[in-house]
Every structure is written in structure tokens, then in C-alpha cells.
């Protein structure tokens, strides 16, 4: 055989062998996609991934794939699964009529999934927490909508005022339906962020098309100056959520200021000790107050009441520590 000959057929080999290894997904894809898709919802719960879509990409599933929530109940997740796509997926199995036919290659209801025909498929997983438990959702034929907290502007904090802008967007492929954005405000406490009690109210965003953006304006006026950080909230029914936070000095003339009203002394029978306890007027925080006496006195001052706040000592008579 001539030399020829034998590098036409060894190039013709390694081309079968290629093109074996390539299908070999199509034939022996179930047992890999289901562990695939397992992993991926343990790390969708993580504290830097919920919340937010984990795009697995197209997986390749044999004909008659089947995948059912009770195949996650070793794991203890909520799961349920969506269809993102109308063109690919039969209507959802429970709202079928007794006629329906459906010629489409996915059939599905919240608790299984059924791949009719051998195909690659986009896939993916998002979890949220709702009141303390992980619901973890499975999308089967592209990605859903998703929120995301894209830019923050501070635009001005002259009169002790942060005015802030937001720009919100969908980066997600379906649309993103009731929309809500939120903030919760902190304080710089010595070295620490300290949750205040600031009220705002939530403000609406009904719908973001896909990688389109929403501008969403907010006014943040606190009582007293200092270092705040805000963090904001973006989050809807189909879009899971999204946070972004930025910090920002309000430069205003401070109300909270220590009280010389006669201090008042307690026992306390749980640590043996005596509780001396000093006020303060125009503190909007009980750790305001205790940093005003820390800083008056020197001493140890513990936060009690946004009017008051409490030093210890051995004796009644004796002095705080």
C-alpha cells in the first residue's frame, strides 16, 4: 500500500473517531445533565449566586429524557421548573385541555420535564429565599428575565441631602414583570455599619424588556450627619433579585446631644453588676447616644434607647469602668 494511501485512511480514522466523540453526548447525555444540573442548583443557593441565573448553556438531551422534582428530594431542595420558551415547549401539562395535541419537543408541568426528541436545549437554574427555605427554579429552553442593579450615581449631598441616581436593568431574554426597588440605609458606627431605622417607600417598575434599562431616582434624608452606606434592592416575581450598595458623608449639624438630667443607677441581677444610665436628646439611634457619652466621659457607654444609653460599675456608689 502505498504511502499515500495509508495517510488518506489514517486522516479518515481520526475523522470517525472525532466525529464519535462528538455524538457521544447526544447518546449518553442523561446521566451527565441530571448530576450537571444537581451541582448547579447546590451552587445557585450560595450566598454570591442567589438570587441570580446560572446560564448552563445547551446541554445535549437523548429522546425521552425525564427529569422530576423527586429526583432532588435526597438533597432537601424546593424545586420547580419553567419552560422560557412557547415555540419549543408544549403548554404546561396541568393547563392541557382533554383534546390538546402538542407536536412541540418539550413537555412540562412545575414538577418534571420530558425532552420528546434527541437536541441540544438551553438550560438553566436560579434560586431565590422566600421566608427562610431555598426555592430553587430549573428553566428548560432559554433564560428568563433577570434583575439587575446596573450603575449608581450620586448626584449631589449639599444640605445634608444624597440625592442618588439608579439605572436598573433586564439582563435577562424574557420580560421582566413587576419590578420593585427598595433601600436600607446604615450608618458608619466606629468601625462598623449599623442598620437604621430610615424609612423609604418601594418604588415600582412594572416591566424592563430584555437588556433594556429602567432610571429610578432616590432622595435620602436622614436626621443626622455622618458616613451612610445604602443598599439598594432590585428584584421581581421572574427576574429574581439583585443588590448594589454605595456610601456617601452628609455634612449637617448634628441634633443628638448628651442630656445632663441626673443619671439614674440599677442593678442588673443577670450579670451582678450596677447600670448607670445617662440621656441624650435628639438621637435618632440608641448608638448615636452611646457614642456622645463615649466621647464626653472616655468611658464605656452600651446603647439602651435612642434617649438613653448605660455604663457599668461594681458598687452602687463607684464610678463607671
Known amino acids: ?26 447518546f449518553f447525555p442523561t446521566e451527565t445533565n441530571t448530576k450537571q444540573i444537581i451541582k448547579a442548583v447546590e451552587e445557585a443557593q450560595t450566598l454570591t449566586m442567589i438570587g441570580k441565573t446560572m446560564n448552563l448553556g445547551a446541554l445535549s438531551y437523548s429522546k425521552d429524557y425525564q427529569l422530576f422534582k423527586e429526583d432532588f428530594d435526597e438533597k432537601n431542595f424546593l424545586i420547580a421548573f419553567e419552560c422560557a420558551s412557547a415555540k419549543e415547549c408544549c403548554i404546561k401539562k396541568s393547563d392541557q385541555g382533554k383534546n390538546y395535541t402538542c407536536e412541540n419537543p418539550i413537555e412540562w408541568d412545575y414538577n418534571f420535564i420530558k425532552i420528546k426528541e434527541t437536541k441540544k436545549i438551553t438550560t438553566a437554574v436560579r434560586c431565590t429565599r422566600e421566608q427562610g427555605f431555598s426555592l430553587c427554579k430549573i428553566y428548560i429552553a432559554g433564560l428568563p428575565a433577570q434583575a439587575k442593579v446596573d450603575k449608581i450615581d450620586l448626584l449631589n449631598t449639599s444640605g445634608g441631602t444624597g440625592e442618588i441616581k439608579l ?27 449599623i442598620e437604621t431605622d430610615y424609612a423609604s417607600e418601594e418604588k415600582e417598575v412594572p416591566t424592563i424588556m430584555p437588556g433594556e434599562k429602567e432610571t429610578v431616582f432616590w432622595t435620602i434624608n436622614p436626621k443626622n450627619a455622618g458616613e451612610y452606606k445604602a443598599l439598594f434592592r432590585f428584584e421581581a416575581q421572574n427576574a429574581g433579585f439583585d443588590e448594589n450598595s454605595i456610601i456617601f458623608t452628609l455634612d449637617k449639624t448634628s441634633l443628638c446631644n448628651t442630656n445632663e438630667t441626673q443619671a439614674e443607677t440599677f442593678f442588673d441581677p443577670d450579670t451582678g453588676t450596677y447600670q448607670e444610665t445617662h440621656y441624650c436628646t435628639g438621637c435618632s439611634y440608641s448608638f448615636e447616644c452611646a457614642n456622645a457619652w463615649n466621647k464626653k466621659t472616655g468611658k464605656t457607654f452600651y446603647p439602651a434607647t435612642k434617649d438613653s444609653a448605660y455604663c457599668t460599675k461594681t458598687t452602687y456608689e463607684g464610678n463607671c469602668q
Open 167 to 193: 439605572t436598573l436593568k433586564n439582563i435577562g431574554l424574557n420580560e421582566l414583570a413587576f419590578g420593585k426597588n427598595s433601600l436600607i440605609l446604615y450608618k458608619k458606627s466606629e468601625n462598623s455599619w
Open 1 to 26: 500500500m502505498k504511502v499515500f494511501e495509508l495517510l488518506v485512511y489514517s486522516i479518515a480514522g481520526l475523522a470517525l473517531l472525532l466525529l464519535f466523540f462528538s455524538m457521544l453526548p447526544y
